[in-house]
């Protein structure tokens, strides 16, 4: 079936096969899950949520793409990296591809997290984004739920930031290893001067 021009998931049709659209990337985070982690921001989301942490991610038009490839040489070319984190936008919009992306850096021994506003139960429907199953059965740990500003936690303790989401281990090994917190921040500052501020109500910004 035809998307109309007028529909916002158009541009993901505009992904070239094993490309992902992302929005940001950076090493070594300790505030987006367990451990020292890369993390990749995609570009797209729908939600639109009051004072949602990355605005400038819920557009869907080409922002940087990257292969699948290159991004996994990049990750796993920073050794202090033990794991990525998908955030967003909206990561489940590219499944496919991040599934890919996955698998490559689960075989290298990294394990996997995705953040999502989609609950598993939606990501599990007739109803769910193209390859969402595909990329579920890759991950280590889901959070899912859209933050929900009326239900903000502000909890140094809380791995999760508004109190609808849901920390889900998928992998046992990772039980008891849900030890960061949501209302930390970092910052990472760039060779050409921009920076990324990321962790609970961080956002991305250039100088």
């Not at 020292?36 to 009051?50: N, S, T």
């Not at 940087?64 to 990561?91: C, H, M, W, Y």
């Not at 920076?195 to 250039?206: A, F, L, P």
Request: aromatic content about 8%; charged content about 20%.
């Amino acid at each position: 079936m035809e998307r109309k021009a007028t529909d916002p998931l158009l541009p993901l049709m505009e992904i070239p096969p094993g490309y992902l659209n992302i929005m940001g990337y950076i090493d070594e985070s300790e505030v987006n899950g367990p451990s020292c982690r890369a993390v990749v921001w995609l570009q797209g989301c729908l939600r639109k949520c009051p004072s949602c942490f990355n605005p400038d991610s819920w557009s869907f038009e080409i922002n940087q793409l990257i292969t699948v490839d290159a991004l996994a040489e990049k990750i796993l070319s920073n050794t202090r990296n033990t794991g990525v984190t998908f955030s967003g936008g909206e990561p489940f919009w590219q499944a496919p591809a991040l599934a890919a992306l996955a698998r490559k850096l689960k075989a290298a021994g990294l394990n996997v997290m995705s953040f999502t506003g989609f609950t598993l139960q939606r990501l599990q429907s007739e109803y769910a984004p193209v390859g969402a199953q595909e990329l579920i059965d890759q991950l280590d740990i889901l959070i899912d739920g859209a933050f929900v500003e009326s239900l903000a936690i502000n909890d140094p303790t809380s791995p999760v930031s508004s109190s609808n989401q849901r920390v889900l281990v998928l992998n046992p090994e990772f039980q008891d290893k849900i030890t960061w917190a949501s209302d930390q921040t970092e910052i990472h500052i760039f060779k050409d001067g921009s920076r990324i501020v990321t962790g609970y109500r961080g956002w991305m910004e250039q100088p």
